[in-house]
């Protein structure tokens, strides 16, 4: 969600330089874990990649290149490039060893790419990070023919019980565009030293959008959370989600 007033688009990509060129080379110390939340669903989506035979696939902000290099060790016979706006995280990218040709310069809300370029896109903690996060959602389903895979934050999991029912009925009234200004003083994004500059977020706000372009939508908690026995799993639960949204006509051949 934005705010009322969404803040000029060249502040927020200043921000967001300032900190990937700050922090590019600590980027992995300070994200990446072995067996963290998206290294779980790189694993569900290597399945989506077996059963649905994508042979092509495209990571959205694909930072320091890891998703990249997931894709060469356990894919290699597929096509994996990468689109990433840091001139810094890039280059670390290719530090790493991820070849300069399979990762472009440019941002998830203006893809550079004709329509159905690849099999599937991906995006792993990047969608948060964008002030109008469906429009880099949207982009994704453009060049897509087979399937999108978000793996991000979810608004309504994060807070005591209290809270997450709160931030659920202000959305379902309407309300939170303002309670979210409200709360960030007219700003609209919070900043942190972790995580740089961050805009309220759910993947269930991008759901009716994939919805319309998908015949099967998949949820799969992916944060730290234990399993829940509550109905309102993972909505209410988890902080983390993968969303695969699968292009009507694609058939699973094998269960995932």
């Known amino acids: 969600m934005t705010s009322l007033n969404p803040m000029p688009m060249d502040d927020v990509q200043a921000i967001k330089q300032q900190y990937y060129a700050g922090n590019a080379r600590d980027f992995d110390g300070m994200h990446i874990a072995p067996g963290d939340e ?3 669903a790189l694993t569900h989506i290597s399945n989506f990649i077996r059963t649905l035979g994508i ?9 320091t290149g890891r998703g990249l290099l997931y894709m ?3 894919h290699p016979d597929i096509r994996a490039h990468g689109i990433e706006p840091s001139p810094d995280m890039r280059l670390q990218a290719i530090e790493k060893g991820v070849s300069p040709e399979s990762i472009t310069q440019g941002r998830g809300e203006k893809l550079p790419f004709p329509d159905g370029a690849f099999d599937a896109t991906c995006e792993f903690g990047v969608v948060h990070h964008i002030q109008r996060p469906n429009d880099a959602v949207r982009e994704m389903m453009r060049v897509s023919t087979k399937a999108v895979f978000l793996s991000d934050g979810n608004r309504f999991g994060h807070g ?5 029912w709160t931030k659920l009925l202000l959305y379902k009234a309407g309300l939170w565009p303002l309670t979210n200004w409200l709360k960030t003083g007219g700003k609209g994004y919070a900043v942190g030293p972790h995580d740089g500059l961050i805009f309220s977020y759910s993947v269930f706000d991008s759901l009716p959008v994939l919805a319309d372009w998908a015949d099967r939508i998949y949820l799969f908690p992916v944060g730290p959370e234990r399993p829940s026995k509550s109905i309102f799993h993972p909505l209410l639960t988890s902080s983390l989600i993968l969303l695969a949204a699968v292009k009507r006509g694609q058939d699973l051949e094998s269960p995932l």
């Open 38 to 40: 998206h290294y779980i």
């Open 55 to 63: 042979k092509s696939i495209l990571d959205i902000g694909a930072g």
């Open 72 to 74: 060469r060790q356990h």
């Open 160 to 164: 005591s019980i209290a809270s997450r």
